[in-house]
């Protein structure tokens, strides 16, 4: 299955999304050293602890870029998400473009009503921004399309994170 903005894409960005859409999983080695740090950041969201939540979030981020031996991140955890007509900002990943380096931020409540965001969502926001990372670092894409192979490594991130996860869908 592809997604219907394929059809508009020229001919090498369709080879980059073809690219893309043939990984499904992203084999983490050594993934348990890093189990202990999920409760935690849970913990952290629910009690609005913005810099413990970024604190984590950088050693999931370090954890994961170190083990599949790509360059690091910055990240950031902000307040309150940006919100306009096209809906919510969940997260951001800017490339590193002039910078040190490639820049995830996350935000931990929802514009509508100022909740903090539920741990899963949150999580998942991560992991999809590390996957964009790994787009342009580990499989040198040129370009970082949302195909269901880069959901499917999202995914693949989360459960070998949360591997007693299996009720995807509550909340
Ligand atoms: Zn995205």
């Known amino acids: 299955m592809v997604f219907s903005y394929y059809n508009k894409l020229s001919a090498a960005q369709k080879r980059i999304y ?6 499904h999983e992203v ?3 050594d993934i348990t050293a890093l189990h202990p740090f999920i409760p935690r950041l849970a913990s952290a969201l629910e009690h ?3 810099d413990q939540a970024e604190e984590i979030c950088r050693t999931l981020a370090l954890g994961l870029t170190s ?3 790509v360059p690091p991140l910055r990240l950031k955890v902000l307040a309150v998400r940006p ?7 969940h997260g ?10 490639a820049v995830i931020s996350l935000w931990m409540r929802t514009a509508k009503h100022r909740r903090v965001v539920a741990f899963r969502s949150f999580l998942r926001t991560l992991l999809h921004e590390i996957c964009h990372h790994l787009d342009y670092h580990l499989y040198n894409l040129p370009d970082s399309y949302h195909t269901e192979g880069f959901y499917k490594r999202e995914s693949s991130l989360f459960h ?3 591997p007693e996860d299996t009720d995807e ?3």
């Not at 919100?83 to 900002?89: I, M, N, R, V, Y």
């Open 169 to 171: 869908g509550r909340r």
């Open 18 to 23: 073809q690219k893309s859409d043939a990984i």
């Open 67 to 69: 083990r599949l031996k």
């Open 92 to 101: 951001l990943y800017e490339l590193a473009e002039g910078r040190a380096s």
């Open 83 to 89: 919100a306009a007509g096209w809906g919510e900002l």
């Open 48 to 50: 609005e602890d913005r």
């Open 27 to 29: 084999p983490l080695p």
């Open 160 to 162: 070998q994170l949360v």
